[in-house]
């Protein structure tokens, strides 16, 4: 028990020390808590959107990989052969377990860009197992691919 000059410290009520040393009500700790809360979603939401954008990133890069190879493969072959004729292929591509859709268009006609010394080559790559960040977008190349004949404006 307290004491002041020798007596001791007395509350309001009869008989009862007072108590000096009080603790935190049960509301003051909800509130607390309630705050801490808050405090914790935020930063699982950051965490949570930092980890979408990195698998995005990789799964661009990936994209961009792939549409890269596919694209030199069909630079090395010759003018003539059979893989550049026009069209449109689809294929399925897994790298890095996960799947892409590779659409290559080949155009061979001035509507679209190429002509008979032309060729219009567009590669394309979706991630297929993407979630919604990368529902609607896409990788695409496009090249101009040249005969190697001299054309009439070389004498």
């Known amino acids: 028990m307290k004491q002041v000059n020798g007596k001791p ?47 995005g990133a990789a799964d661009r890069a990936v994209a961009i990989a792939i549409a890269q190879q596919r694209m030199e493969r069909l630079r090395n072959v010759t003018f003539t052969d059979a893989s550049l004729n026009a069209g449109t292929t689809n294929t ?7 799947g892409y859709r590779v659409q290559t268009t080949i155009c061979a006609t001035v509507a679209c860009g190429g002509s008979a010394t032309l060729k219009r080559i567009t590669v394309q790559v979706t991630p297929t197992s993407a979630g919604s960040v990368w529902a609607s977008n896409s990788v695409t190349i496009i090249s101009l691919r040249s005969t190697p004949t001299a054309g009439t404006f070389v004498n």
């Open 9 to 55: 410290l007395m509350s309001g009520r009869k008989g009862k020390p007072a108590r000096t040393d009080r603790g935190f009500t049960l509301i003051e700790t909800v509130v607390s808590l309630v705050i801490m809360m808050i405090v914790g979603l935020g930063a699982a939401s950051l965490f949570m959107y930092a980890v979408r954008n990195n698998s």
């Open 92 to 98: 399925t591509v897994t790298s890095a377990g996960r």
